[in-house]
Structures are given as C-alpha cells and as structure tokens.
T-cell receptor, first 110, second 114 residues
C-alpha cells in the first residue's frame, strides 16, 4: 500500500530562520511527488513536481529535493507570508489518484 | 483563470439528514474528485469520476455516494449524515491524465453534523 508520512506535524520559526520539512514515502513505482501549499480556508495550491531521485526545484524561498525514500522542502530565510500548511502527495505508476501526507503546519513569527 | 467552485462553504446539519455538496468546474475537465480533510489525517479520496455518469470508489467511500449528470458538476451525497462525517470536504478536477500539477482544488466545504 502506498504511504506518505510528513514531519514535523507543526513547526514554528522566527522570520529568517531556515529549516526543512520532510516527506517520507513508500510507493510502487513513483510517477511523481508533489508539494502543495494550503492557506487557512482555502484549497491546496500546487508548488512543485519531482519525478526522480536527485531532482531539485526552486521557487523564491522554497526548494524541494527528492531521494528514493523521501523529499525535503527547504525554506530559506522565511517570511511571515510563508506561514501555511504544506502538503506532500505521491502518484504511483498507473494509479489514477494521489496519496497525500498529513501535512506540516508552518508558522513564521515576525 | 481556472475555477472549481463549491457552492456551500459552511453547513450545519443534523444527524440522519441527507446532505448534498455541490461542485462545479469551468475547465471542461474530464476528471473530478471528492476528498475529505481531517487534522492529522491529510486528504483522503472518497470518490472520483472520469466521465459523465462514471464513478469509482476512493479510499473511504462508506457512507457517501456521488452523482455526475453533467461534465461540469460533481455532487457528493451523504445519505444519512453522522457526526463522524463532520469534516472539511474538498472538490477537485483535472484533465484525463491525472497528475499532481494539473489537479485544481476548490476552497472547501466545512460540514458540521450535530
């Protein structure tokens, strides 16, 4: 069974304090790993797709990386507007669905 | 701008009531999905539809049914609401080839069953 586990469940940082969120997965034949941002009262918004181990993607203060067992979302010098829940999801080869992790609730204090 | 609209944002229903959650998309997408999101459990797939009048069960279909009579509209039905169905419900749509970067979500419907 495909599984995704995110850690930590919640993370509080000071503005400018860099850190990383973890997404561990077990899947039969990874077709893609996806990161989303979700603001309170909103649906998830797509951030990144990673397809193979070693791949990296960057967007502003965010950088996503992928290994054969996990993905990291690195946040460099975060700002309060980066506060949100970050979701990770995987898609197995041939599967017509995504499997989501539980999410990490990130709070950046000014 | 792409749009998935969930008409009811906040609902309070009584145990045993029949509940309809409606979702409309304007992107002419073939696939539509219903997820529920609970703290500590993430998003779990209830049902999805890949064409009009077609549906497939997701991971947690018990207690739910769906209806897709038109391509743009996908309804989630709780035949007899129970308190354990209190949750946030997310609708999504995507083109025929499902991928995490082409799936679009609505803003969610918060359902409280009392």
């Amino acid at each position: 069974e495909d599984q995704v586990t995110q850690s930590p469940e919640a993370l509080r940082l000071q503005e400018g304090e860099s850190s990383s969120l973890n997404c561990s997965y077990t899947v039969s034949g990874l077709r893609g790993l996806f990161w989303y941002r979700q603001d309170p009262g909103k649906g998830p918004e797509f951030l990144f797709t990673l397809y193979s181990a070693g791949e990296e993607k960057e967007k502003e203060r965010l950088k996503a990386t992928l290994t054969k067992k996990e993905s990291f979302l690195h946040i460099t010098a975060p700002k309060p507007e980066d506060s949100a829940t970050y979701l990770c999801a995987v898609q197995a080869g041939g599967a017509q669905k995504l499997v989501f992790g539980q999410g990490t609730r990130l709070t950046i204090n000014p | 701008d792409v749009k998935v609209t969930q008409s009811s944002r906040y609902l309070v229903k009584r145990t045993g009531e029949k509940v309809f959650l409606e979702c409309v998309q304007d992107m002419d997408h073939e696939n539509m999905f219903w997820y529920r999101q609970d703290p500590g459990l993430g998003l779990r797939l209830i049902y999805f539809s890949y064409d009009v009048k077609m549906k497939e069960k997701g991971d947690i279909p018990e207690g739910y049914s769906v209806s897709r009579e038109k391509k743009e509209r996908f309804s989630l039905i709780l035949e007899s609401a129970s308190t354990n169905q209190t949750s946030m419900y997310l609708c999504a749509s995507s083109p025929p080839t499902i991928s995490g970067n082409t799936i679009y979500f609505g803003e969610g419907s918060w359902l409280t069953v009392v």
